[in-house]
């Protein structure tokens, strides 16, 4: 017996963040800020969102006169109903986190922050700023002399900002395509990790997990 138990391979250490990975992954509170910096990120750039359409829009409606009425009130209740939308959106994502509605890993991506919920949003919301200021820039061109001039500079205001908005979705979603096919995603061990978090959708308590690991 001792002979054999000389022949027998000795065992590998555990994996201590291998492990701990594990017992996460069976919180589902803890898959809402799995990405702290993009979470971050995406939340302050809804805010500024909020608060620039919002105050944008009532500056459009508080200055509505006789002769710019039309455009100043379409475009301020544009920028406000969009400012409610960007709203709502954050207040129905931070709910259902609150009451833990999901135990799906892909629907929890789709709504956190940063998720994939967040790049609709706001490729719908430079879509409708662009718009906004593309059809004041051709309203422009034949409208009076004292209007034209503001008309002009909203449109060049709005446009710019739509497109500062789509450019920067681009380049956010360049780089999260670059690192989910970074060289360290198709490490052994973070495949194994998913093997064994993600079999099925069946879950199992930390303590059998960790077990198993051991």
Not at 145 to 170: D, Q, S
């Amino acid at each position: 017996m001792a002979h054999v138990d000389a022949l027998r391979p000795p065992r590998a250490p555990p994996d201590r963040e291998r492990m701990e990975n594990e017992a996460m992954e069976e919180h589902t509170e803890l898959w809402w800020s799995r990405d702290p910096v993009k979470s971050i990120l995406c939340y302050s750039l809804a805010v500024i969102l909020i608060l620039g359409s919002g105050v944008g829009g009532i500056v459009l409606l508080s200055t509505t006169t006789s002769q710019s009425g039309e455009w100043r009130l379409a475009v301020g209740a544009t920028l406000c109903i969009l400012s409610l939308l960007v709203l709502l959106k954050q207040l129905i994502s931070s709910a259902i986190q609150d009451m833990q509605c999901l135990t799906r890993r892909e629907n929890i991506d789709i709504l956190k922050s940063g998720g994939m919920s967040d790049i609709v949003m706001f490729s719908v919301s430079g879509i409708i700023i662009l718009t906004c200021g593309s059809v004041l820039l051709a309203l422009s061109i034949s409208g009076e002399p004292p209007v034209l001039v503001t008309m002009n500079n909203v449109g060049i205001a709005l446009v710019v900002i739509g497109i500062l908005i789509l450019v920067a979705l681009l380049i956010y979603a360049l780089m999260v395509l670059c690192r989910s096919y970074a060289p360290g995603r198709f490490h052994p061990r973070n495949m194994n990790i998913f093997s064994i978090s993600g079999q099925l959708g069946r879950r199992q308590n930390t303590t059998s997990s960790l077990a198993n690991l051991i």
